[in-house]
DNA sequence: TTGAGTGCAAAGGATTTGCAGGTTC
DNA sequence: GAACCTGCAAATCCTTTGCACTCAA
């Protein structure tokens, strides 16, 4: 695999953001400009599959992708509403995962993603729809 | 709410199911001609709404749909290869959810998927693709 | 009767693919 | 120099919407 800016870029804009980003996100964090959207699902694609990142899902089932850190699974709530990500502290044990492979699954993964209204969205009528891939958030 | 046809069909068909089930494939079971694609997609959606039917994804990203039994809560693997779902022996503390509700959180729920490739895709080279979406093997 | 529900067609959004040209090793 | 990557355009797939018609209550 060959280290080219674009996916120099991809992995620095992953590596600022704390929590599983769109890829929409992805594409102006990176630069409209300094990247084709295409390149950015190609290159996902490409780290996932090398176990870079991870990849998990919105309510509506779009994808985030997010880094794979070293320090252990992180898992995290989506507003329904805005989208927004915040880490919930939990762990799953690994017993299920492990029951798989001896019942001869390979390459197992899981997605375990945790849904609701967020405080914020709770008031507004009007939701805050694109929080979620609003960019530098303004202050 | 009304007692239609193809709401009672659809009822029938995901009765039917012991896992999630792709739109496409209750689509299938319902009769193609019987109902169309669109409404199944609305009844789901109504069901949803109505806490008769949960949601959860297959590894691309799309849905599947399972009946809420009152008998707890049930998670699955699914295969990356042929979308065939299996029950998994693995429950979830409510620790999670009754943090996130101390935290504001509303409307609060999960999803948890495990996926992996099953026994009978491991040696296939050409995995049984449509598996998951078959209906009655047209004897 | 009458409004919720349905079917059909078409729109919409996310993701993928084909191909020619550019870049890394 | 060759293979891999990228950008652009277009295709695909899943899901939603608009609208006129039908049917359950």
Known sequence: MRVTKP????????FKQEGPVSIERLHQVVGIKSCDLVTIYRCLAAFESLGLVRRSYLHNGTCLYELTTGHGRRYHVVCKECGRTDPVDFS???DAEESLRHKGYTQISHVLEFFGVC????????????QSVAVTPVT
Chains 1, 2 share one sequence.
């Open 92 to 94: 799953l044990t690994n």
């Open 7 to 14: 996916r120099v870029a991809l992995v620095e804009a992953l």
């Open 119 to 130: 405080p914020a969205c709770q008031q507004s009528a009007a939701p805050h729809r694109e």
